[in-house]
Every structure is written in structure tokens, then in C-alpha cells.
């Protein structure tokens, strides 16, 4: 049985500048004894995972930044953090300037850093289960041209230096219902052992806990916000199976569940399980997996398959099955938020309430259901010149009250054992100003072209993020995030292969796919925009007079947009058209789950323009 926890999330000071000034001098202290001119701390852990367990947090531990992506480089007398632009204002708030000069992980990250500032003679210390092959390539590659010398550690210095360091967690296994998954195991690790197969494999080193759960149809509770059990597997071309794993995470049911073709080994057996690859073609994704995989399997003897994770496409290829889980999910999550932003448009327009009561009612909207797990991520409640923060998180420190005059933005989403949900809306406090407006309803603009593009089989979502952002480049504004990121089904808000950003992408949208249509934007020091629904590629309509099969998106998100901050005249009829069919399907599929003051006010949002 599942514990759940009185509440998912806390709003406690975590990070911050003093993290830096205590634990700086420690690490350094172990870099001299190592004899090190320079030590790369990466946010990833030895799972390539975007969160981490609290024992892996070793960018925050030396910099105080809790962010979901970054890096650092600590030298002897300077340190150099690397962060995206969704966290260029948030880490000059939790990382101390006076020790950090900051720059863009976009335009080549450490590498290019490392290319024109590392002297010849110096040595760059690095923990290989933290970096990707593909990564560490191009890193050991910007330090040779440089003159100096990379140096792999055994052993982490961080975790000789972290006196506090949190244990490793030990959560139960839980099994995933066929009734949600659509296969079982054995049939999807036939499948994946033919795919091996056909590429020319033997097996396959498989690194990501999210292929393995999804492999699998088992879930964990490792890591926060994502149902992940932290673990290893070896799949050959027949598909059996061998996963590694803490035992103490498997009860007997589990292990009555995995049978007899997946066989239980400590995570520690890994290395010498290697072994038994010697001679054989193992494939091992460049991008997930860890250098430190990649050459123990090459010095066990195996040929190394640099090629993308196997599961990665089947598990992004929901089946039908995993559609209807999660289509239900999403209705269910659908009555959490009406009844939230109905307390929005009512309790909430008091100006006394501040950005965590905001999240904490919205949490406790989404526990009426029983069925949950989890938030699938931190709430980002941003009232005011916080909602600018792209990923926001509000603290005791941070927290503002919900003004009259200003912008609510809350992204959100929650994990339910059919379905992860993730949401953006974001809604006036108040009387909105005719910017406000005008900039809601470009975003908007953006949000309807990309829910409403057919497209060739092909075609990817970089092919696409343009349709979002037209609208904001033609009034001279853009926004610096992705459009869009693939979701799974009781796993994690952010999975691969597919996205859609400006980046390069060449993984084709293909049916079943889910991804995040959120275009945004954010006006420094004063509010953000975002919108944000889950859609899901599906097979277009015919056109009469169309010569090829096209694709779509179908949405999986149902709550109203705030139609007070919808400048009409600035829509088109077929926008204003989408609009209106959008709302009138949320009153639809949300409208009988709730009753009284909220119904009332649902009908009245969902109402025609």
C-alpha cells in the first residue's frame, strides 16, 4: 500500500548563497589533495536523471542552485555556473556572484568554456558515471586543444567532502497495471529484443530508469515528483532480462510479477555482470548512458553500439491503452482545476493571498482524488514579477502576495497511476492592462497555431516551434524555453526522444506521442505568460483534394483559458472558433464532475466569445 504524504511539496529556503560559502573550501580542500587545477560537477547523477534524489544534489551542494538543469566548474580561485534561460534570474538569486561568474549552458556549455580558458599544463578533474559519453567527448576534447589534461575520478570528491550527505533511498517497487500499460512485460521485452536484433546487437545496456519502469510495468519512488526505482538492466536480443537493483526494494509480488526471464542482481553485481559481454555487440545510448558504462563495457570486451536506447521510441509511442489511462487522468485532474481557478476568480481576488496558499489549495484540490501519488513537479506559482522566473518555485524567502492589477502564473501537474498531467495557466488578479492583454492573446495566438497544424509523417517539433512563436516575433518578443517536451504515462512530465524548440531535433513526431504545447511570455521584473495544454500526435482527418496522409495534434488538457485577458480583436474567426469549440468540450467532459458555485462558474468561463 502506498503511503501518501500529508502534503507533496514544502515551501522551506532550499539552496541559496550560503551553500557556496561553506562548501566551497571543501571541495577545494579534497581538488588540492588530488592534485586538481579543475573539477566538473554536472546537475545529472548516475542516472542521467533531470531529479535527483536529495543524495545526488551535488550541483546545489557546492553552489546552491536547485535548478533542474546546470553545471558548474570549480577551479582553484574562481568557479563558473552554467544554467539555461529558464534560470538566468533565479540563479543570481541562489548563487553567490562574489564566487561565481555565470554564463549560458546554450552555444556549447563547459566544453566551449573550457576551449578558451583552461592553461596548458592543467588538469580537469571529472566523475565519469556523471557525464555522457557524447558529453565527456567533446569536453575532453575542448581541454586537449587547450593544452591541458583530463583526469577521471574513482571516486566522487564531492561525496568525500559532504559530511551530511542524505542515504541512498530504498522506496518499494510498485507493479504498473496492464489495464494502464497495454502490454505486459514479456510482451514488450520481445519487442525491444527484436529491435536489438534487427540492429545487429546482442544486447542492450539499459541505463535510464524510465525505460526500465515502463520495460518493466514497474514504478518507484526514488525520486521526487517521478514514479522512477533507480536501477540498471541488461536486455539481450532474446529479451531476457537482468535488472539491477537494490533488493530490499522488491517484495515478493514484484518478484512474482518480473517471473522467471528477468533475473535480480544487487546494483553492485553491474560491473562483473559486464564481464559476460565480452565478444558481444552491446548497445548503449551515447546520451543517457554514463562514460563510466561505456568504457567498463569496452574494457570487459564488448563492442559498444553508440545508438539511441532502445525503449526510448516504444516507450514515446504510447499505445492505445496508455492514451485512454491518461485521457481519463486528465479529466479527472480537469475537476482540480476548475475548482482552482474558480477560487482563483473568487477567493483569491481579495489580494491577501500569496503564492504558496495558492499552491497548497491547488494541491489539495488535486488530493481529492484519491488516486494520486505525487505532484509530477514542483509547483510553479508565480504571482507578479515572480511569474517572469520560467521556473519559479516558491520559498518562505520568495513569496509574494497575489495583487490586485497583476498576473497569476501556476504551472502545475500531478502523477496518477493511469497518467502524468502538467498544465500552465495563468490569470488576472484584478483588472489586467491592455499589454497584459495584447501579450496573453499573441501567446495564445501561438498556443491555437501549434495545437492546430497538420503535418506530414516526418516532420519533427523543431520543424514546428516556429508555428508557436510567430506571433510574439512579429510584435519584436519571443520567449527563451522549449514549446514543447514529451511527457509519459505515470512517469516522467519530461521525456524524450521528441521535443519541440528551436534546437535541433531529429526524432519525427509519430502517432501516440504526448507532448507539451506552452508557448510564453515573460516580462523581467513585472509578469510572465505561459499556456499550457498536453496534446498527443494523432492521424489527421482526410482533405478533400489532400495527396498525403497527415498528422495532428489532439489535446488531452481541459481547462478554461481566462477570457478576460483574450483581446478579441486581435483573434482571427477560425482562433476565435478554436476558442469557443476548446471551452465548450471542457464544459462537456468537466461540467457533470462538479457541482454548485463551481459548475456555475464553469459554465460562465466556458462560454462563447
Known amino acids: 500500500m502506498n503511503h501518501i504524504p ?3 511539496q514544502t515551501f522551506d529556503v532550499t539552496g541559496g548563497p550560503e551553500f557556496g560559502r561553506k562548501n566551497l573550501p571543501k571541495l577545494r580542500a579534497q581538488m588540492e589533495t588530488l592534485g586538481l587545477d579543475a573539477f566538473l560537477v554536472p546537475h545529472e547523477d548516475e542516472y542521467q536523471n533531470e531529479y535527483l534524489p536529495d543524495c545526488n544534489e551535488r550541483l546545489m551542494w557546492v553552489s546552491g542552485f536547485t535548478g533542474s538543469a546546470g553545471a558548474a566548474i570549480i577551479l582553484k580561485d574562481a568557479a563558473i555556473m552554467f544554467v539555461d534561460g529558464r534560470y538566468t534570474l533565479q540563479v543570481r538569486q541562489q548563487v ?3 564566487l561565481f561568474t555565470f554564463t549560458k549552458l546554450e552555444g556549447g556549455g563547459m566544453a566551449t568554456w573550457l576551449r578558451a580558458n583552461i592553461k596548458k599544463g592543467q588538469t580537469v578533474g ?4 556523471l557525464h ?10 575542448a581541454v586537449k586543444f587547450a593544452g591541458g589534461e583530463t583526469h577521471a575520478l574513482s571516486d566522487n570528491p564531492i561525496d568525500t567532502a559532504w559530511d551530511d550527505r542524505p542515504s541512498v533511498p530504498l522506496t518499494q517497487v510498485s507493479i504498473q ?8 512485460h514479456h510482451e514488450k521485452r520481445a519487442e525491444i529484443g527484436r529491435s536489438i536484433a534487427a540492429s545487429g546487437a546482442d544486447a542492450a545496456l539499459i541505463t535510464a530508469p524510465s525505460s526500465i519502469a515502463w520495460l518493466l510495468n514497474i514504478r518507484g519512488g526514488d525520486v521526487k515528483c517521478t514514479p522512477l526505482p533507480l536501477s540498471t538492466a541488461i536486455i539481450d536480443k532474446s529479451g531476457q532480462t537482468q535488472l539491477f537493483i537494490a533488493p530490499e526494494k522488491l517484495s515478493d509480488p514484484v518478484r512474482q510479477h518480473l517471473g522467471n526471464e528477468v533475473s535480480l542482481q544487487s546494483e553492485k553485481a553491474l560491473e562483473d555482470a559486464m564481464s559476460a559481454l565480452s565478444g558481444k555487440t552491446v548497445i548503449a545510448d551515447p546520451n543517457t548512458a554514463s562514460a563510466w558504462h561505456v568504457e567498463t563495457l569496452k574494457a570487459k570486451g564488448a563492442t559498444v553500439k553508440s545508438i539511441q536506447d532502445p525503449v526510448a ?3 514515446a509511442k504510447k499505445n492505445a491503452a496508455e492514451i485512454a489511462s491518461t485521457s481519463a487522468a486528465h479529466i479527472r485532474d480537469g475537476i482540480a482545476l476548475a475548482k482552482f481557478l474558480h477560487w482563483l476568480d473568487t477567493k483569491a481576488q481579495s489580494g491577501d493571498v ?5 499552491a497548497m489549495q491547488l494541491e489539495q484540490f488535486r488530493r481529492h482524488d484519491n488516486s494520486i501519488r505525487d505532484i509530477s513537479f514542483e509547483t510553479i506559482s508565480g504571482a507578479g514579477s515572480n511569474g517572469a522566473v520560467v521556473h519559479y518555485r516558491a520559498s518562505t524567502k520568495t513569496v509574494q502576495t497575489l495583487k490586485r492589477g497583476s498576473l497569476f502564473l501556476v504551472d502545475s501537474g500531478g502523477q496518477y497511476p493511469d497518467g502524468t498531467t502538467d498544465v500552465t495557466r495563468t490569470v488576472p488578479i484584478g483588472e489586467p492592462t491592455q499589454e497584459m492583454r495584447e501579450r496573453f492573446t499573441l501567446v495564445l495566438k501561438g498556443h491555437i497555431a501549434l495545437a492546430t497544424v497538420r503535418f506530414p509523417k516526418g516532420t519533427t517539433g523543431s520543424n514546428l516551434d516556429a508555428l508557436a512563436r510567430h506571433p510574439l516575433w512579429q510584435a519584436g518578443l519571443d520567449y527563451d524555453h522549449g514549446t514543447g517536451h514529451g511527457v509519459g504515462v505515470f512517469l516522467g512530465v519530461h521525456e524524450g526522444p521528441q521535443r519541440i524548440s528551436k534546437a535541433p531535433n531529429r526524432v519525427a513526431l509519430e502517432p501516440g506521442m504526448i507532448v507539451s504545447n506552452e508557448p510564453g511570455y515573460y516580462k523581467t521584473g513585472e509578469y510572465g505568460i505561459r499556456i499550457e495544454n498536453l496534446q498527443y500526435v494523432t492521424e489527421a482527418a482526410p482533405i478533400s483534394g489532400g495527396e498525403r496522409d497527415m498528422l495532428g495534434f489532439a489535446n488531452l488538457t481541459w481547462a478554461p483559458l481566462h477570457k478576460t485577458l483574450i483581446d478579441t480583436d486581435m483573434l482571427t474567426r477560425a482562433e476565435r472558433d478554436y476558442i469557443n469549440d476548446y471551452h465548450a468540450e471542457v464544459l462537456t467532459k468537466v461540467g457533470p464532475l462538479v457541482e ?3 459548475k456555475a462558474w464553469l459554465q460562465a468561463a466556458c462560454q462563447a466569445l
Open 6 to 8: 500529508d502534503s507533496f
Open 96 to 98: 553567490e556572484e562574489s
Open 126 to 129: 571529472f566523475d565519469p558515471r
Open 132 to 141: 555522457s559519453p557524447a558529453a565527456l567527448a567533446r569536453i575532453k576534447d
Open 177 to 184: 497495471p496492464q489495464e494502464f500499460a497495454g502490454k505486459s
Open 313 to 315: 521510441l516504444p516507450k
Open 354 to 358: 500569496d503564492e504558496i496558499d495558492a
Open 596 to 598: 454548485g458555485d463551481v
